[in-house]
């Protein structure tokens, strides 16, 4: 099972940036989706972003779509978040995760359709 491991939360003042990654440990990290999911205190977790395996599609949640860039670098097996324009709302643990099967040809953001979870890095935004 592929072991993912995220990197890069902290605090930061609202507006501010702040770049995520998701280091995988296999090279099977290649051929799946991934995702970046989030879950703030007293919340049930939510879908961010997604990326196919070869990088060519995206798909984000209407509360990022504009500030966030979902990527990801398949020689290095490690995906990326870049947040921008952090609001106070984007507080929350993130987590990255892997689409189930590979090779897929359609981008899903249910949390069902992936089967491999990082521990999660906290990112706070303060007012």
């Known amino acids: 099972q592929v072991q993912l491991v995220e990197s890069g939360g902290g605090l930061v003042q609202a507006g501010g940036s702040l770049r995520l990654s998701c280091a995988a440990s296999e090279r099977t990290f290649r051929i799946h989706d991934m995702g970046w999911f989030r879950q703030a205190p007293g919340r049930e977790r939510e879908f961010v972003a997604t990326?196919?395996?070869?990088?060519?599609?995206?798909y984000y949640a209407e509360t990022v779509k504009g500030r966030f860039t979902i990527s990801r670098d398949n020689f290095e097996n490690t995906m990326y978040l870049q947040m921008t324009s952090l609001k106070t709302d984007d507080t929350a643990v993130y987590y990255c995760a892997k689409r189930s099967d590979p090779l897929t040809t359609g981008l899903k953001y249910g949390e069902g359709d992936y089967d491999s979870w990082g521990q999660g890095t906290q990112v706070t935004v303060s007012s």
């Open positions: 990326i196919s395996w070869s990088g060519r599609t995206t």
